[in-house]
């Protein structure tokens, strides 16, 4: 909760209270209305049936599994890039030692 709903909740609090509310009945209230709008976010989102915990399930492991290929796929990139320089590099220095001349003749 950011601070400005906290503090407009404080508010309404305060006013209730003050007009006889008691605060078990006011933190009763809130929490039923926390309740009920969670619901409905969780239904304008899908997430209020029965399948819900097993589909947040599935997809947290969907997405572990889409980091990890990612992962994978950078770390293969590199490797390979490292691997290509390497061979760059090896193949520059036996051009410039003459290897492949010694090879000819």
Same mark, same amino acid.
């Given at each position: 909760?950011?601070?400005?709903?906290? =503090?407009?909740?404080?508010?309404?609090?305060?006013?209730?209270?003050?007009?006889?509310?008691?605060?078990?009945? /006011?933190?009763?209230?809130? #929490? #039923?209305? =926390?309740?009920?709008?969670?619901?409905?976010?969780?239904?304008?989102?899908?997430?209020?049936? #029965? @399948?819900?915990? *097993?589909?947040?399930? #599935?997809? *947290?492991?969907?997405?572990?599994?889409?980091?990890?290929?990612?992962?994978?796929?950078?770390?293969?990139?590199?490797?390979?890039?490292?691997?290509?320089? /390497?061979?760059?590099?090896?193949?520059?220095?036996?051009?410039?030692?003459?290897?492949?001349?010694?090879? @000819?003749?």
């Amino acid at each position: 909760m950011n601070s400005q709903n906290a =503090s407009m909740l404080a508010l309404l609090i305060a006013q209730a209270e003050g007009q006889g509310a008691d605060m078990p009945t /006011l933190r009763a209230l809130i #929490e #039923e209305a =926390s309740e009920v709008g969670a619901e409905r976010a969780l239904a304008a989102l899908g997430l209020k049936d #029965e @399948h819900a915990r *097993r589909d947040m399930d #599935e997809l *947290r492991e969907l997405l572990r599994a889409w980091r990890d290929a990612k992962r994978s796929a950078w770390n293969a990139v590199v490797s390979w890039a490292v691997r290509i320089g /390497l061979a760059l590099l090896v193949a520059g220095i036996a051009v410039k030692v003459g290897v492949l001349e010694m090879l @000819h003749g």
